[in-house]
């Protein structure tokens, strides 16, 4: 059997191991355990990648468990995801040739992150992804109603409303050159709602300046001293819970919920990273009406 990376098959498990953590394929009931490190776009997009390698062998999960280890351990398919089981079929059947090239040529073999780094490397296989997608990655009811419940209680008119998603935190340590605000807004549409969702309160400083601008504080906005990490990856629950009156066990589904807003609005502006590109996969679009703004080749 050949798969990629470091893999060994110990019992009645194929086990693989990989920068973000290991995962674990029981082979007798196909249920795919996967321990996590990183970010939760991270994960989202490695695990994707890993199922398009477990295509190439013939190995189609059926369940899956994942654990966010830098969220508490949070399981992506407790309350964000489900399998659709009518879809599994289609992915057994669905073309190998493409999911090789997938895997080979295009987007997966790229980066470490699971998927490609610039639009050009993603948008030949929206196929493949699409069909993953419909099959492992359908939005949970619950995350759905938050998105709408995010849309109505901003009062934000999808179609004439550009979402701006502006992470910075600890960020433009991870990417070179991290671009600025001068860089959104030739992006701007005259007349639209600029809605704006960042996780760094220098942000809202640095861009002020953008017309007709609305925040939004679906998720928690950080200063320089309590940036993601530390509040994220060590606070409490209660801590959590009494420095931003929300729960942190909200945090990852919000995430996802935050990202079909994104997805749904009119024009999307994104920082360089992971939840910017899961937007732009959601919408088919990475270069027409959403736009990840970076200054290098690469994303990383």
């Known amino acids: 059997m ?8 110990a019992g009645p498990n194929l086990i693989t191991q990989d920068w973000y953590g290991q995962k674990r394929l029981t082979l007798d009931d196909m249920t795919l355990q996967v321990n996590e ?17 477990f295509k190439k062998v013939n190995l189609i999960p ?5 654990k966010l280890k830098m969220y508490h351990n949070h399981d992506l398919y407790k309350d964000v995801f489900y399998i659709d089981n009518n879809n599994l079929q289609k992915w057994k059947s669905y073309d190998r040739v493409l999911v090789e090239r997938f895997c080979n040529n295009g987007p997966v073999c790229k ?24 099959t492992y990655f359908n939005f949970q009811e619950t995350v759905i109603n938050k998105a709408n419940e ?5 009062n934000i008119d999808v179609d004439n409303t550009t979402f701006i998603w502006w992470r910075k935190g600890n960020k433009p340590s991870e990417v070179t050159d991290y671009p600025t605000y001068a860089q959104i807004v030739p992006l ?33 906005v ?7 990490d530390k509040v994220m990856h060590e606070s409490s629950d209660e801590a959590y819970r009494e420095k931003y009156n929300k729960e942190y066990c909200a945090h990852v589904p919000d995430t996802f919920a935050l990202a079909i807003v994104a997805s749904r609005c009119k024009r999307f502006i994104g920082y ?3 939840m910017s590109q899961l937007v732009c996969v959601l919408r088919r679009d990475f270069n027409k009406q959403a736009f990840i703004i970076k200054n290098n080749r690469e994303l990383f």
């Open 2 to 9: 050949k798969f990629s990376g470091i893999y060994e098959v």
């Open 37 to 53: 490190g990183y970010g939760i776009g991270a994960n989202f997009f490695v695990l994707l990648g890993s199922l398009a390698q």
């Open 62 to 66: 059926n369940k899956i468990n994942i």
């Open 111 to 134: 980066t470490a992150i699971g998927i490609g780094n610039w639009h050009y490397e993603i948008i030949p296989h929206l196929d493949t992804i699409d069909c993953l997608m419909q």
């Open 150 to 154: 995010i849309i109505l209680s901003n």
């Open 188 to 220: 701007l549409i005259e007349g639209h709602t600029n809605i704006l969702q960042t996780d760094d309160v220098s942000v809202l400083e640095e861009f002020k300046g953008i017309p007709n601008l609305k925040t939004i504080d679906v998720l928690p």
């Open 222 to 228: 950080f200063n320089k001293d309590t940036y993601i």
């Open 272 to 274: 360089p990273g992971h």
